[in-house]
Nanobody, 128 residues
Framework: QVQLVESGGGLVQAGGSLRLSCAAS????????MGWFRQAPGKEREFVAA????????YYANSVKNRFTISRDNAKNTVYLQMNSLKPEDTAVYYC?????????????????????WGQGTQVTVSS
């Protein structure tokens, strides 16, 4: 069982920055592919960013490319999402997710239903 706890959300003005963190329990964090998703009110949950087990490979949704950066520290069992140049349309609950079933260290996972474990979410609100 993996427990994920997100933090770092809050209220920020458009153009500002936030860094989200997701701390994972367990001793095998480096064996999980990780991802960030978000869900805005009245909308479906959508993919934001993903990172491979090794951290060498990342992938982003077009809507956040060049503004958001996903990273991980396997020694600290933590994955991060640095969000810059925030826009009101980035307002959502952000969730981190873990996929323990990826066999290679370099694969990224972008499909929501491949993730087995989810955090409780952290609210990000961007004011205009």
């Amino acid at each position: 069982q993996v427990q994920l706890v997100e933090s770092g959300g809050g209220l920020v003005q458009a153009g500002g920055s936030l860094r989200l963190s997701c701390a994972a329990s367990g001793r095998t964090f480096s064996s999980y592919a990780m991802g960030w998703f978000r869900q805005a009110p009245g909308k479906e949950r959508e993919f934001v960013a993903a990172i491979s087990r090794s951290g060498a490979n990342t992938y982003y949704a077009n809507s956040v490319k060049n503004r958001f950066t996903i990273s991980r520290d396997n020694a600290k069992n933590t994955v991060y999402l640095q969000m810059n140049s925030l826009k009101p349309e980035d307002t959502a609950v952000y969730y981190c997710a873990a996929d323990p079933g990826v066999s290679t260290r370099f694969a990224v996972v972008t499909t929501m239903n491949q993730y087995d474990y989810w955090g409780q979410g952290t609210q990000v609100t961007v004011s205009s």
